[in-house]
């Protein structure tokens, strides 16, 4: 048997007092205290560390049992049980009141003491867990960051945590008791009208404040015999989540503004940059044909020339600014079988003057003996014209090495690459290119030279992908870089 419980005896009446000691020892409980009167009791409850007090109600003392009890109740919130012999209706309705363990009328036998004993220490052991587990839920409650309301089956709150007191704006003393819909409602935030549903998109109202957007589940309350006996809302506020996709919204609004406009001056940036070439050669050609005319004897010929060359000169600017708007719609390139050896020459021919000027050696090949790719003839030898006017600037900027066999050496050449695809190769014998520069190359804007735009390699770059193309570069030993870009080969 467990240890005996402890047992405190409040009783005015010595000789009860006594049998009541003895009967006690006989059924195994140790009596730790007895006293006759009712102002001692809760003292020596508690100093005597009792689990029980058997009190008589009628005390000699100014105190009788039941202010005696509830004293006790108060200091230890230990189970009282009265003793009584007799008692009129208007003290049992006070005994009542202190909730009592148990009523033993006197005179009694052992096994009914014995039973209003064991059975006053188990409710009050019940009653004990019952309200631990309480505080717990409560506090767990409390502690979440979601809204709990509970109600009984009329709807009628119970209990609202306080998360829930601050959404709805009303304590929790206020609103117990009180039918749901008197705080406040819940509305479809998309069809409006008074709902009770669970979901998201709802908006909950209260009186005289705004609509907060919320999250709501609702689950019935089943009690252990299958009957429903009020229901669990929770509800998550949305306000925050609902600003911050808002402000998620017009930042990638603002972000779209912004790269649109980068495309604009991308696009203008890039006419200006590849029209300058044409431009140039156009004004060149002119004045040499003013020139010949000036003459004593004008030199037709040569003006004929000239003016097929200019034309040519005007109608590959045209192209160009129209593939280049093509190329800013996105709308891909008009693809076509395209010789990559043939355009390469051609593409040389264009950059001759430049060439001899800088006196680069320029070497044609190898070629792949399957060079042929699907592109857009324009727009591949613009492509070209950039990679080899920036292997004739890196050249021609170049710092050492003149007189070495690899120096002032451009090579275009073309190579099988990775399945299906043909890969063209520019490669130079400048000063290559800063480690810490390498990630940038390809970026818009970017540039080391005094008058550079930093278009170039952004153009090619934006041409090459439209083709379903790649373009990298690679540092070459002893010195230069070369730049290579893959497209997929023509069919057959
Ligand atoms: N062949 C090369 N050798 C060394 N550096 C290079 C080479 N090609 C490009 N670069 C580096 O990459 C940068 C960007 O090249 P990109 O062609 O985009 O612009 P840019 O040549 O500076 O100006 P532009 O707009 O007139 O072409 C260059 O400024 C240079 O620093
Ligand atoms: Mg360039």
Not at 74 to 97: G, M, N, Q, S
Not at 330 to 339: H, M, N, T, V, Y
Request: charged share 25%.
């Amino acid at each position: 048997m467990s240890r005996p419980a402890r047992i405190l005896v409040v009783e005015d009446d010595r000789v009860v007092a006594r049998d009541l000691r003895q009967q006690l020892g006989h059924l195994g409980y140790q009596v730790v205290g007895v006293t006759a009167r009712g102002e001692d009791a809760a003292a020596l409850a508690r100093s005597t560390s009792a689990e029980l007090a058997l009190t008589d109600i009628r005390l000699e003392g100014a105190m009788d049992g039941i202010d005696a009890a509830q004293e006790i109740r108060l200091a230890c919130d230990i189970p009282v049980v009265f003793l009584t012999a007799y008692a009129d209706d208007e003290t049992l309705r006070r005994a009542r009141l202190t909730e009592p363990f148990g009523y033993l009328l006197k005179p009694f036998e052992d096994s009914q003491l014995r039973t209003a004993i064991e059975m006053a220490l188990y409710k009050h052991a019940n009653d004990r867990k019952l309200r631990e587990s309480e505080r717990r839920y409560a506090a767990t409650l409390a502690s979440i960051g979601d809204a709990v309301i509970t109600t009984d089956e009329a709807g009628c709150i119970r209990y609202l945590n306080p998360v829930a007191e601050r959404l709805i704006h009303c304590r929790a003393d206020a609103a117990l008791g009180r039918p749901l819909a008197e705080l406040y409602r819940v509305s479809d935030e998309e069809t409006g009208p008074w709902a009770q549903a669970p979901g998201a998109g709802l908006m909950l109202h209260g009186p005289g404040r705004e609509p907060v957007p919320i999250e709501q589940s609702v689950s019935p309350l089943i009690d252990e015999r299958g009957k429903v006996t009020g229901s669990v809302l929770v509800f998550r506020d949305l306000s925050h989540r609902r600003t911050v996709e808002k402000e998620l919204r017009d930042a990638q609004a603002e972000l779209a503004r912004v790269s649109g406009l980068t495309t604009m001056g991308e696009l203008a940036a890039s006419i200006a940059h590849e029209i300058n070439q044409p431009l140039a050669a156009i004004v060149t050609n002119a004045s040499a044909g003013l020139n010949w005319l000036r003459r004593p004897q004008p030199e037709l010929a040569e003006v004929e020339q000239l003016l097929g060359w200019i034309l040519a000169d005007g109608s590959r600017a045209a192209g160009v600014i129209k593939s280049l708007q093509a190329l800013a719609r996105k709308s891909g390139p008009e693809l076509a079988r395209l010789d990559m050896a043939a355009t390469i020459h051609e593409v040389a021919q264009l950059m001759r003057p430049d060439i001899q000027r800088h006196g680069v050696r320029l070497q044609l090949g190898p070629f792949a003996a399957q060079s042929h790719v699907l592109g857009d003839r324009i727009q591949i030898q613009q492509v070209l014209v950039n990679l080899l006017r920036n292997g004739i600037e890196a050249i021609r900027d170049s710092t050492g090495g003149s007189g070495a066999d690899s120096s002032r050496l451009l090579v275009v050449s073309t190579a099988p690459g990775e399945a299906g695809e043909v890969a063209i190769c520019v490669t130079d014998s400048g000063d290559g290119v800063a480690e810490a520069h390498r990630e940038r190359l390809f970026d818009a804007f970017f540039t080391t030279k005094p008058h550079g735009m930093g278009m170039g390699l952004a153009i090619c770059r934006s041409i090459v992908e439209a083709h379903q193309g790649r373009l990298w570069a690679t540092p070459v030993a002893p010195r230069g870089l070369r730049l290579a870009f893959a497209l997929p080969a023509a069919p057959g």
